[in-house]
């Protein structure tokens, strides 16, 4: 297990960005493959991007392809989102999850932070 607090969340303007973090303790962070998901209200959590552990290879949702940048720092056990021209259907908790395989599926997340609610306005 590996604990997560997110951070970075917050009202912002279409168009406009945010980056969000996400700090790890507890387990070696370098040895997970780490994602971000949301959920809407009214919605199932959905998957937004993910980071794995062996090559760092990032994979994103269709819907933030281009916008959204998933990164880490092992050094500093910490995950990013830098989210870029915002849209209010970004609007979302967003979580930070880790998993000990390279996955997209929520099912296969073990640990997950608290959440992190991000406001677009239109």
């Known amino acids: 297990q590996v604990q997560l607090v997110e951070s970075g969340g917050g009202l912002v303007q279409a168009g406009g960005s945010l980056r969000l973090s996400c700090a790890a303790s507890?387990?070696?962070?370098?040895?997970?493959?780490m994602g971000w998901f949301r959920q809407a209200p009214g919605k199932e959590r959905a998957f937004v991007a993910v980071?794995?552990?062996?090559?760092?290879?990032?994979y994103y949702a269709d819907s933030v392809k281009g916008r959204f940048t998933i990164s880490r720092d092992n050094a500093k056990n910490t995950l990013y989102l830098q989210m870029n021209s915002l849209k209010p259907q970004d609007t979302a908790v967003y979580y930070c999850?880790?998993?000990?395989?390279?996955?997209?599926?929520?099912?296969?997340?073990?640990?997950w932070g608290q959440g992190t609610q991000v406001t677009v306005s239109s």
């Open positions: 507890g387990h070696t962070f370098s040895s997970f493959t």
């Open positions: 999850a880790a998993a000990l395989s390279n996955s997209i599926d929520p099912e296969d997340f073990g640990s």
């Open positions: 980071i794995t552990w062996s090559t760092e290879s990032t």
